[in-house]
């Protein structure tokens, strides 16, 4: 960054000359001092956002905010800590520094335990720490740039900055709490947090209560937010019920008019990641009016902000008790309730319901979604399908029956 032509030194015009080149500050500042006795100073900052690992803050420097802190929670283990960014069209010159942990008076000692100026000196002026965590704790990064450092507050930088925590360990949450991008780890849906501000939740994961004895924990997924949603069609009279289909596109479901549901939607900007039909396992007399429900059910997986369209024709969100729990069939017939070869869904379906039945669960509304776009699956008999096997269990001893079969809850925002 181009310094101004007078140089202010501790409030003093010394001179008026051509600027002189930008040195890197090699140690922490010389004037701590006179910068600490200033409203906003290395160890006085403005109070920030709180940081966490691998999770991106962006902030600004004002003519009132020169220093500012954001506290993080570490867990041992080293850190990158990484700041750049603008002040217009150029670099902007940062610095960096570190205090902590944390102190019981709440207070974070100083001098700072790591500091940096420019990260490559003559080529990146931002700033980049390496830092081995002395203990599990609380620290405070303090980011300010350079013109700061020389004349704040009479005149200070205007850049906006980037600042980043990443842990050198692969394991999620090894160097304290942290987030995860879509498709990354997590194991709460505070950990999920995508760039582009999208909602996402943690699913998959495995956590033992507090105060529990823990013989098994499993890292979740972060997903996009969606919604399970569910309609009674009539005979003849749905939304999508004159929506012209093609035999491939009838094709690419083996049930009911899913295909007729989805192009319907899909004209209307919504994309489903599944559908599917739920009947039920004791068949019941239906009028055929077009004004009757047909007797089966619509379940359809859709993304979080695209139920409200579904909503508008009278979709509801699916949140049964006991919860909706599912399975993911495999290839080869080698699912435990297939006796014999099966050429529909409805005779795959009785099947299912003796299994659950000689086993005791109550299951009187079950049946078989599909992946809304074809996916790739492998030909393994040990290998998924891709389809998936919903149940709605009548009691909760039905559900705990079901979990032990290996059924899990299907996600209800």
């Not at 990146?124 to 620290?139: A, E, F, K, T």
């Not at 900007?269 to 009757?292: H, I, K, S, Y």
């Not at 992946?371 to 919903?390: H, I, K, Q, Y």
Request: with cysteine; charged share 20%; net charge negative.
């Amino acid at each position: 960054m181009k310094l101004s032509a007078c140089l202010l030194a501790f409030g003093v015009v010394v001179g008026c000359s051509s600027a002189p080149a930008k040195e890197d500050v090699g140690n922490a500042p010389f004037d701590l001092d006179q910068l600490d006795a200033k409203e906003d100073s290395p160890t006085r900052p403005t109070k920030g956002v709180d940081a966490r690992v691998a999770e991106q803050i962006t902030d600004k420097f004002t003519s009132s905010h020169g220093f500012i802190a954001h506290q993080i929670h570490l867990g041992g283990g080293r850190v990158d800590i990484d700041v750049s960014g603008l002040e217009g069209s150029d670099p902007l010159d940062t610095i960096l520094y570190v205090y902590g942990p944390k102190q019981a008076n709440g207070k974070f000692s100083t001098p700072a335990i790591a500091f940096n100026d420019d990260f490559e000196p003559g080529f990146n002026v931002g700033s980049h720490i390496v830092l081995d965590v002395p203990r599990d704790g609380d620290y405070l990064i303090v980011v300010s740039s350079y013109e700061n450092y020389i004349y704040f507050p009479t005149h200070g930088s205007r850049g906006e900055y980037k600042l980043t925590v990443k842990c050198q360990s692969e394991a999620f949450g090894a160097c304290g709490p942290a987030v995860s991008g879509l498709d990354g780890q997590c194991w709460a849906d505070a950990d999920c947090v995508a760039a582009d501000d999208s909602a996402l939740h943690c699913e998959g994961e495995v956590v033992c209560a507090p105060g529990t004895q823990c013989l098994f924990t499993r890292v979740g997924t972060c997903v996009e937010d969606y919604a399970w949603m569910t309609i009674a069609p009539k005979q003849c009279t749905n939304p999508w019920s004159q929506t012209s289909v093609d035999a491939s596109e009838v094709d690419t479901f083996p049930v009911g008019d899913l295909a007729q549901v989805k192009k319907h939607y899909g004209k209307a900007g919504v994309t489903f990641d599944e559908l599917g039909q739920l009947t039920r396992a004791e068949p019941m007399a239906n009028c055929q009016a077009c004004g009757c429900a047909r007797g089966d059910k619509l379940l359809v997986k859709v993304k979080s902000d695209q139920a409200s369209a579904l909503a508008a024709d009278g979709w509801v969100f699916s949140a049964p008790t006991p919860e909706a729990v599912s399975i993911a069939p495999k290839q080869c017939g080698s699912n435990p309730w297939e006796t014999s070869q099966t050429t529909t869904v409805a005779e795959e379906l009785e099947q299912v319901d003796t299994y659950l039945a000689a086993e005791g669960a109550n299951v009187p509304t079950r049946g078989f979604t599909f992946p809304a776009e074809p996916t790739p699956t492998c030909s393994s008999c040990a290998c998924a399908r891709g389809d998936r096997l919903v149940a709605f269990p009548a009691d909760q001893n039905a559900a705990g029956i079901l979990s032990s079969l290996g059924f899990s809850a299907v996600y209800v925002r």
